[in-house]
Every structure is written in structure tokens, then in C-alpha cells.
Nanobody
């Protein structure tokens, strides 16, 4: 089992910044991809950004140039730096950890609310 604990959400004005953190614990040796997803009211959950154990990243077109994902392997923590926030970034953000070698190993955090006021 893998446990994910998120922090850093909150209320911010449009144009502002927030940094989300996700600390992983448990059987993390099997995890090789971690990422952030978000779900706005009435919409499906969507990928925001993800990072592999080797450091490769990819992100949604809607956040490119504004959001940056990074990881601290020593702390087993993944970060999402969000700059130039827009009202449409308002959503619950979920941390995800998975193993591409064992697809059934797919874990989610409890979610953290990000609200951007216009």
C-alpha cells in the first residue's frame, strides 16, 4: 500500500500562485510515476501534470508555461508549482502515484481544494 498526503491548496486571486505538495509513504519502491489530476464541479477528472522516477515530465496544454511539477526523491514528495492562476483552474486537485510495471498499483490522495477568485 501507498499513502499520499496532499497539502497547499487554498483560495487565491487570479494571477496569484500556489504550491501543492504530495508526500508519499508505504511501499513506494514500486511507484515510478507520480502526478497531479484535477476535477472541477460537473467535469471529469483530468491530468494536470506528471513526472517519472527518471524526471521526465508532461503536462496538460492548459497549464503549460504556468504550472511546474517537480519531485524530491529524498523526501518522497512531489510538488506542483502553480503560477498565473486563472479562475478556470478552480478544482479539487488529487495526487496520484502509480506503477507502469504493475497497472493495478494506482493510488490517490484525498484531494485538496484550489479556488481562484476572478
Amino acid at each position: 500500500q501507498v499513502q499520499l498526503v496532499e497539502s497547499g491548496g487554498g483560495l487565491v486571486q487570479a494571477g496569484g500562485s500556489l504550491r501543492l505538495s504530495c508526500a508519499a509513504s508505504g511501499s513506494i519502491s514500486v511507484i515510478n510515476v507520480m502526478g497531479w489530476y484535477r476535477q472541477a464541479p460537473g467535469k471529469q477528472r483530468e491530468l494536470v501534470a506528471r513526472i517519472t522516477s527518471g524526471g521526465s515530465t508532461n503536462s496538460a496544454d492548459s497549464v503549460k508555461g504556468r504550472f511546474t511539477i517537480s519531485r524530491d526523491n529524498a523526501k518522497n514528495t512531489v510538488y506542483l508549482q502553480m503560477n498565473s492562476l486563472k479562475h478556470e483552474d478552480t478544482a479539487v486537485y488529487y495526487c496520484n502515484a502509480q506503477s507502469t510495471l504493475v497497472p493495478t498499483l494506482n493510488y490517490w490522495g484525498q484531494g485538496t481544494q484550489v479556488t481562484v477568485s476572478s
